[in-house]
């Protein structure tokens, strides 16, 4: 919704070189409008499964996000269940906006650790921002990973299981955080299902427009021609 509201951001997003759904109501909708192979794609998940992949093959990794202890127990953590990785930079950025300067510094740190993937867990709309505004500039792969450093660091409980499968993260996440998710779940929520309806909806007519001619055309043609169609 951030991406419907906002053209620029919305330009943005499009202009990454992937997109993945990270929610199940997402994955859902997009296999109803077409995209039918595809699956959620959880950061948490996401992050392990590269973390496993990178300790093998030796690629150093960085953290951009979250707050200092976060990212201290998420190194721990990540180190004790693989102990191969080569977590070559971890930076907990500022609340307050960095400066020209102060900005240049972050990029010479991570152009000088070596980092190849780059996790960048500030949360949506702002990591998308982030990562858009020193892709040309930042040599390694960035990938928007939202909430995963305090769900793996221990910050924050995972959500269960059986919650997941039914597409109820959101309700889970909300319970957690009312106070910093109610407006943004009320507010983009009803308006999603509105929309969704409406592409839906879309669809159907495209359908029967495409459709129509050809039914037109067999109810003109009289059951001999009908038959000899089929036999040719």
Known sequence: MEAYDSAKFRQLVNSADLVAPDGKPLSWSLQALGAINQQQVCGRELTLHICKAASFSRIPIGFYGSSKEVLKA??????????????????????YPLTLEEKNVVIEEIKASGTRIL???????????????????????????????DVLAGAKPQVPGWM????????????LEPRRLWYRNFRHSPRFVIFFALEILKLLLLSLCILAPEVDLKLQESPLEIIQHKKL
């Open 74 to 95: 998420l190194i721990t953590k990540m180190q004790q269940r693989y102990p191969d990785l080569d977590i070559a930079y971890a930076y907990s950025p500022p609340y």
């Open 119 to 149: 996790f960048v867990g500030l949360g949506c709309p702002k990591q998308e921002r982030w990562m858009a505004q020193h892709k040309n500039q930042v040599p390694a792969v960035m990938l928007g990973i939202g909430a995963a450093f």
């Open 164 to 175: 997941q499968k039914l597409g109820l993260e959101w309700l889970f996440r909300l319970c």
